[in-house]
């Protein structure tokens, strides 16, 4: 009860109950509105696509999501032909021209990540719960809403349009969420042995592999349809300079149910461990405002200096040697004890 009280307080401190902007965005627990939703096991990365007919070419546009860690460079590509560091949420045109069989890379666009130490945006991650919601239309759902910014495009420009990717996570008790959902299983770039990385012939062979599972088209078509991650839209949305690209998706997973976490007692825990840090961090400040105040008494009265200053500096001092007392009674003790049985063997 009296938890529920400090859960309350707290939100309302916050300002909106149900729109919690979150410091951290920890996909293993996101917490709104007094609901939690742990969606680790949709870790890693995962790719839809956006199909645009241009003739004479065809646009494809990937748009790759890790929702819980920045997403990694892959092996053997062109930095300019990724997003940069930090990214979560990343969309990569590309064109191909079906006249004459070319293909070519014609948009790099960085959606939503943590990017405050290259452009200084950061993601900002903003979280809404569906169910009992203010809107007619997400009230009868249930799940989580999430918009992750920070992107912008060209990312570099101040001018540049920025970006966002609102995510609706939607409760589907039949579904993990991982349900023909495409993965990225492209070899990364291991950060700690970029040296030794070119080696081309590998990838050659790769690729040729990956085309070869291009076939049933068909069963693509239908897979995608039931796709448990879906592509619902990228535009420009917003007037004027509020203008932003949005890329909109829908993750439908049990993850996304409520009570899915409640039976863990994680939350009295983490409110425990919260109590307890709250107690070492006011014992740490007494204690220091305790000598700090001490060694000022000591030098302003009694004009104390060096060890004199500082408030039990005798005991303090001595601490080491006490230690070293102290063990080495215990070591005597069990040594003793060790020998008073005879001889060990040798
Ligand atoms: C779009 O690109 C992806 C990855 O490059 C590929 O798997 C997919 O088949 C492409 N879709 C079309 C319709 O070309």
Known sequence: MRHQRWGLELSALLALPSLITAVTFDCNHLRVDGQSFDLSALKGPHAVHYIEDTPPSLSNTTFTLDICNPLQRTKDVPKADECPGGTRVCGIE????????????????????????????????????????????DSEREGVRVVLNGGNYPFDKSSGTPQKAIIEFVCDP?????????????????????????????????????????????????????ASLKFISYKTEGEADREAGVLRLEWRTKYACEGQTEHEPSKGKSNHWGFFTWFLIILFLGVAAYLIFGSWLNYNRYGARGWDLVPHGDTIRDLPYLMKDWGRSIVGTVQGHGTRGGYSAV
């Open 174 to 226: 039949d579904r993990t969420g991982l349900e023909h959902v495409e993965g990225d299983s492209r070899e990364k770039v291991d950060d700690a042995a970029e040296g030794r990385m070119k080696r081309r012939a590998d990838d050659d062979k790769k690729e040729d592999g990956d085309k070869g599972g291009d076939k049933g088209d068909d069963k693509d078509k239908e897979e995608e349809d039931d």
């Open 94 to 137: 590309t064109d191909y021209n079906l006249a004459d069989g070319t293909s070519s890379i014609k948009k790099v666009v960085p959606i939503a990540g943590e990017y405050t130490s290259s452009n200084g945006r950061s993601m900002d991650p903003t979280l809404e719960r569906l169910k009992n919601s203010a809107s007619h239309g």
